[in-house]
């Protein structure tokens, strides 16, 4: 029987919330509410960059689902990239994403380029807030 050190169990668990967060990504990029709900906590939380017009903390996973489904359909997307993903510890993830966009409205092409500071509780996501700024985001999660 192998041993599991405390630095393999950090890596499973690290692992996990990788997992966990790729799951969410692409249940969202499919809009499949049914398979993103169990992956977040009924008290989630999500509260965009500080610095957007919108950036009140939004409480209870039905209402970050409707959230984020309404900012993302402001938009015609590319397929999201996690550029880097840093284990904050053990119910603490950041990862940085990119995401080629066009506004619907307006036609504007931009790069999607921002920072997710996630928790978890219980193996599901409890908290995510967004920042432009990496900085901002390894401080948020207790990283820097």
Do not use: C, H, N
Not at 69 to 92: F, N, T, Y
Not at 121 to 130: K, V
Request: zero cysteines; a negative charge; aromatic letters at 10%.
């Amino acid at each position: 029987m192998k041993s599991t050190t405390a630095r393999d169990t950090a890596r499973v668990m690290s692992e996990d919330k990788v997992e966990i967060l790729r799951r969410a990504i692409d249940a969202i990029s499919r809009r499949d509410r049914e398979a993103w709900l169990p992956l977040f906590d009924p008290e989630a939380e999500f509260r965009a960059d500080p610095d957007w017009p919108e950036s009140e903390t939004v409480r209870g996973r039905e209402a970050v689902w409707d959230i984020t489904v309404s900012i993302l359909d402001a938009w015609e997307q590319g397929p999201v990239e996690m550029v880097e993903v840093i284990d904050a510890g053990d119910d603490r993830l950041v990862a940085r994403f990119r995401q080629a966009v066009r506004g619907k409205a307006s036609g504007v092409e931009t790069e999607f380029d921002y920072w997710w500071v996630g928790s978890f509780r219980g193996g599901r996501i409890l908290g995510q807030l967004w920042f432009a700024d990496r900085a901002k985001a390894l401080k948020a999660a207790g990283s820097e």
